[in-house]
């Protein structure tokens, strides 16, 4: 719209254009566990100063991958990927997120906060868990699955757990945002002739039927995602309204939405997750499914995705879509060209109702 007068400036489009540092396995940060103090440091203004310098504006940094904390907590053992041993702290003694924060904000960028809600173990782990791991204080809630340790969604315990130690960084550090990725219930394993193995969820499972409960066993454990979800966006509006809520799920809902798309992988059916419903919804602040496919791809398109999930949009959230762009220097052969990423990010420009991207 034309400004009403000369004086008037016009309004001002905002993008968001974020990117994921992850700690897992130290895939971006730190670059290996134990590493001194100032080396971590310089590693991490070494990845804000860059992102500043590409123009991005927001980090996405993990600080929970499995249990643990890249931060001072009173609830969590520090994470091996930061110390080498989880339970250590630093030394000389700093707090990663605290840094983080005030980094980000000296160059302009928002700092959000990204955590693992569910995951207890990854195999990358190498060391044994600290005593005050969810593991060690409720070994009952833990449970095997594949190479990884997982808590259980339906166990009460793990989800008081989890809130308390997310909204106590959201009550202790300045956070712009608060962020979880798609991991719910664990992605399916298969057992050796190829036949998916159920998540060992029994005891809970009993107890709710026991107690009365008439879901069927699928749907029970969609509604534990879904008040997760809910009493997580509901926690953090309470304590501080301004800071955002942000998923990373899976970028396909359900095979077959829309009509063309024809992913081996059902989150909705597998990993319990009702995207699309938050998204209805509107229980977060942006969405941000991974859209990890080339535009010319079939029957998965980048395209194609953003415009069904834009479709889904009945609360006029942000829709800030994840781009694979590592695929670009993906080991020694390119997954594809940088130019994808560039099309990519033209199309969401391009798209009503889309604002942004994370990288």
Known sequence: AAPSSPDVPPPVQGEFRGVWVASVSNIDWP??????????????????????????????????PAGDALY????????????????????????????????????????????????????????????????????EVVKQYGGNRWMDPGEPTVQ?????????????????????DDYFYPYPEQDSTGAQVQFPDEPSWT??????????RDDWRRNNVDVFVERLYAGIKREKPWVKFGISPFGVWRPGHPVQITSRMDQYAEMYADARKWFVEGTLDYF????????????????????????????????????????????DRPFWPA????????????HPGATGNVH
């Open 31 to 64: 670059s290996r566990p134990g590493l001194p103090v100032a080396q971590q440091q310089a590693e991490l203004l070494a990845i804000l100063d860059r992102s500043a310098a590409l123009n991005l504006n927001a980090v996405i940094f993990q600080v929970r």
């Open 339 to 350: 130019s994808e990423v560039l099309a990519q990010i033209y199309a969401t420009r391009g």
């Open 72 to 139: 001072r907590s009173e609830l969590e053992p520090w994470s091996e990927y930061l110390t080498g041993e989880q339970g250590r702290a630093p030394e000389p003694a700093w707090d990663p997120l605290e840094f983080a924060v005030t980094e980000a904000h000296r160059r302009g960028l928002e700092l959000h906060a990204w955590f693992n809600p569910y995951r207890a173990r990854h195999p990358s782990a190498r060391t044994p868990e600290a005593a005050g791991h969810i593991s060690r204080t409720h070994p």
């Open 288 to 331: 941000t499914p991974q859209l990890y496919w080339p535009i010319a791809q079939t029957p998965q398109s980048y395209a194609v995705l953003l415009r069904w999930w834009a479709e889904q949009n009945g609360r006029g959230r942000h829709l800030w879509p994840g781009n694979f762009t590592s695929r670009v220097s993906y080991g």
């Open 160 to 180: 008081e757990h989890s809130l308390r130690v997310m909204l106590d960084v959201v009550r202790r550090y300045d956070v712009d945002g608060v962020h979880i």
């Open 207 to 216: 107890r709710y039927v026991q107690g009365g409960g008439r879901l069927s």
